[in-house]
């Protein structure tokens, strides 16, 4: 199982962040060891002082394929979740700096909390405009729609599957909207997802 991420795919994110809209999928990896799944805490870890959080739709991928083309990208879609894509922004401000790759601060162990559980598309209203939210301490702090995404999932599947060949059980991490923020010790974030029976939690986690 590989974890495939975008970056910046959500044009207010990015501007959030002060980055330019991207003219590609900004792609990265995490390793399987960045899955903190079953709702378990996430231990927040002495190498950062500015952990943010980031909601993502997540595709699991259903089966295997390289060069998808765009009338059958869909038809790799398992199921959908979500995820966090926990980011360490002082180690990535640092790596930026000094023009260095920036896994150490995205892709560190337990950095993707993953949603207990996962939903058929047939169970979503629009595979192509689903619904998402976070809370912190119950607040909502993220509202998103995949439709405002930069890259579509077809665009994103196509556009993966020419450098790395899908397999089953692989996770797409879509990109996040804006609304991202700083974690602190005792913080609780819950993420929702919308299917046509309407709101539904899909993650908790709470960091420690």
């Not at 060069?67 to 990535?92: C, K, M, N």
């Amino acid at each position: 199982m590989k974890l495939i991420c975008i970056g910046r795919n959500y044009a207010a994110h990015a501007a959030e962040l002060g980055n330019a809209r991207p003219e590609q999928p900004i792609v990265f990896m995490k390793p399987g060891s960045a899955v903190l799944a079953n709702n378990k805490p996430f231990y927040y870890p002495d190498f950062s002082q500015d952990i943010h959080y980031e909601l993502e739709v997540v595709v699991k991928i259903g089966k295997n394929g390289r060069h998808v083309q765009p009338p059958f990208a869909l038809d790799y879609v398992e199921s959908i979740g979500l995820g966090l894509d926990l980011t360490a922004r002082d180690l990535q401000q640092q790596c930026k700096e000094k023009g260095h790759p920036w896994e150490i601060a995205k892709a560190f162990d337990h950095s993707a909390p993953l949603s207990a559980e996962f939903v058929a598309p047939a169970d979503l209203p629009d595979l192509n405009d689903v619904e998402f939210s976070l809370e912190k301490n119950g607040e909502e702090v993220q509202h998103g729609h995949s439709r405002n995404m930069i890259f579509s999932l077809t665009e994103l599947i196509c556009y993966v599957s020419q450098y790395f060949r899908l397999q089953k059980g692989d996770l797409l991490f879509t990109g996040t909207p804006e609304g991202v923020g700083a974690l602190a010790v005792d913080d609780e974030l819950v993420g929702h997802l919308w299917t046509k029976e309407g709101k539904r939690e899909l993650l908790r986690t709470r960091v420690k």
